[in-house]
């Protein structure tokens, strides 16, 4: 299928799984500037909107919600795409000091971080396509070789619970992660069942009861069957 399609498909998909403040900042949010990078640069060198999430929420290092432009998820791998507008980033001082601020936090905790100018991104496309075909070649291979194989034995709600709790210190409590995930509870703890079936989580009960308080992931950060 073409991008126009795709597109489509992928903006709609996350329009209907979102509620709140998650589906007015993709409202909001999701112009001009992200739809140049995704049709001159993410759909001439992927191919395909697997892993990548518009409009992203994040905390930043005082636990505030904000949204990044793009976040794109390769096994424990996340990957942030800002398109920086001169006109919305550059002349408010502030506003610029605490994207930058929000920027080192994200890689300080192991979250790698591109800014996109949207001027470059309109009169040299050629180059940011060229510079990050190089810069992320490792992951390229790597998604694409292991793609195929995992689905087969894990699923896309398995696969983000996984990576959820490793983003977590490896633990995982089921409301959380429904509301992270925007899945039903319900549909959370069957998952993490299954996984604890499939040996890569393990249950955590506390109390007489036993009643299970999270699940803990127990698998490596750097298996293919994250990706």
């Known amino acids: 299928?073409?991008?126009?399609?795709?597109?489509?498909?992928w903006v709609g998909d996350h329009l209907r799984r979102r509620r709140g403040e998650r589906l007015d900042a993709l409202k909001r949010g999701h112009g001009f500037g992200n739809r140049l990078f995704?049709?001159?640069?993410?759909?001439?060198?992927?191919g395909h909107?697997?892993?990548?999430?518009?409009?992203?929420?994040?905390?930043?290092?005082?636990?505030r919600s904000y949204?990044?432009?793009?976040?794109?998820?390769?096994?424990?791998?996340?990957?942030v795409f800002e398109i920086m507008d001169f006109g919305s980033h550059g002349t408010d001082r502030i506003k610029y000091r605490m994207d930058l601020n929000r920027g080192l936090f994200l890689e300080a905790q192991d979250c790698k971080v591109f800014y996109i100018s949207l001027d470059e991104l309109k009169e040299n496309p050629s180059f940011i396509l060229s510079a990050l075909r190089s810069i992320l070649a490792p992951y390229l291979s790597v998604e694409s070789a292991t793609r195929r194989m995992v689905e087969k034995r894990y699923s896309k709600i398995e696969r983000d619970l996984m990576r959820a709790a490793i983003r977590h210190n490896r633990a995982i409590r089921?409301?959380?992660?429904?509301?992270?995930?925007?899945?039903?509870?319900?549909?959370?703890?069957?998952?993490?069942?299954?996984?604890?079936?499939?040996?890569?989580?393990?249950?955590?009960a506390r109390g007489v009861s036993q009643r299970v308080i999270y699940y803990e992931y127990v698998?490596?950060?750097?298996?293919?069957d994250l990706v």
């Open 219 to 224: 698998g490596s950060i750097q298996s293919p």
């Open 67 to 79: 949204f990044v432009d793009f976040m794109w998820i390769v096994g424990a791998i996340r990957i």
């Open 49 to 63: 909107f697997h892993g990548l999430h518009p409009e992203y929420e994040v905390k930043d290092w005082r636990g």
């Open 174 to 204: 089921p409301s959380e992660a429904a509301r992270e995930l925007e899945l039903h509870i319900m549909t959370v703890i069957k998952y993490c069942r299954m996984l604890v079936d499939k040996g890569k989580f393990r249950a955590v």
């Open 38 to 46: 995704l049709e001159q640069i993410w759909w001439q060198l992927i």
């Open 1 to 9: 299928m073409g991008f126009e399609i795709e597109n489509d498909k």
